[in-house]
């Protein structure tokens, strides 16, 4: 091979590098972090490096999830998986400060209003002050209930598994409270009802 046979295919891998790159920064990774391999590799992320300060349990896949017991924005208390037992539960702790969660509402309120009174239903957890989630749902209204956290290495999302606090992340309960899989990163149109109905 020639030197300039070797700068032109060391210039075209450069290339090809820096489009992958750019491609996952504009467009959050794409289709291969919504894969099984991509998620694999970002809940290893969520996971890896992050410790749960002594005393609080990590909930993992197949565990019961953790007791929860959370305001609404009007005040009254949500406990999970004690108040939502029975049928599937979608928890999507997010930010109102969080770009991809912010995009994904929308999603999320079109998969909860389609489940009717006997389908899973979906539950977001504000790590946010009540202030800034009010204004938030002003202007991006959902029709299923959010409850509030203080975000910190033990609030709630940490507690089912995201011990590094990516944003957004979701959990999927069964009917009695245990953890059947998680996700990092936000849903795109369409892709929760698959999500959700796969094991």
Same mark, same amino acid.
């Given at each position: 091979?020639?030197?300039?046979?070797?700068?032109?295919?060391?210039?075209?891998?450069?290339?090809?590098?820096?489009?992958?790159?750019?491609?996952?920064?504009?467009?959050?990774? &794409?289709?291969?972090?919504?894969?099984?391999?991509?998620? !694999?590799?970002?809940?290893?992320?969520? $996971?890896? &490096?992050?410790?749960?300060?002594?005393?609080?349990?990590?909930?993992?896949?197949?565990?019961?999830?953790?007791?929860?017991?959370?305001? /609404?924005?009007?005040?009254?208390?949500? /406990?999970?998986?004690?108040?939502?037992?029975?049928?599937?539960?979608?928890?999507?702790?997010?930010?109102?400060?969080?770009?991809?969660?912010?995009?994904?509402?929308?999603?999320?309120? $079109?998969?909860?209003?389609?489940?009717?009174?006997?389908?899973?239903?979906?539950?977001?957890?504000?790590? %946010?002050?009540?202030?800034?989630?009010? %204004?938030?749902?002003? $202007?991006?209204?959902?029709?299923?209930?959010?409850?509030?956290?203080?975000?910190?290495?033990?609030?709630? &999302?940490? /507690?089912?598994?995201?011990?590094?606090?990516?944003?957004?992340?979701?959990?999927?309960?069964?009917?009695?409270?245990?953890?059947?899989? $998680?996700?990092?990163?936000?849903?795109?149109? &369409?892709?929760? %009802?698959?999500?959700?109905? !796969?094991?």
């Amino acid at each position: 091979m020639t030197r300039g046979t070797a700068t032109v295919l060391a210039v075209a891998v450069a290339a090809g590098v820096l489009g992958v790159v750019a491609g996952l920064l504009v467009d959050g990774g &794409g289709p291969f972090w919504r894969s099984g391999l991509g998620q !694999s590799l970002l809940e290893r992320h969520a $996971r890896a &490096g992050g410790k749960a300060p002594p005393g609080v349990n990590v909930a993992d896949v197949g565990d019961p999830a953790p007791a929860l017991d959370l305001p /609404r924005l009007d005040g009254t208390r949500l /406990r999970i998986p004690g108040d939502t037992l029975g049928r599937p539960l979608l928890i999507n702790v997010w930010a109102s400060w969080c770009g991809p969660c912010v995009i994904e509402m929308p999603e999320l309120a $079109r998969y909860a209003a389609a489940q009717g009174a006997n389908g899973t239903q979906v539950v977001g957890i504000a790590l %946010d002050d009540a202030a800034a989630v009010t %204004d938030f749902l002003v $202007r991006v209204p959902v029709g299923y209930p959010i409850v509030l956290d203080t975000a910190g290495p033990s609030d709630a &999302g940490v /507690r089912l598994g995201n011990v590094r606090g990516v944003l957004p992340y979701t959990v999927l309960l069964d009917a009695h409270g245990r953890i059947v899989k $998680r996700k990092v990163g936000p849903f795109v149109p &369409g892709e929760i %009802d698959a999500w959700a109905a !796969s094991p």
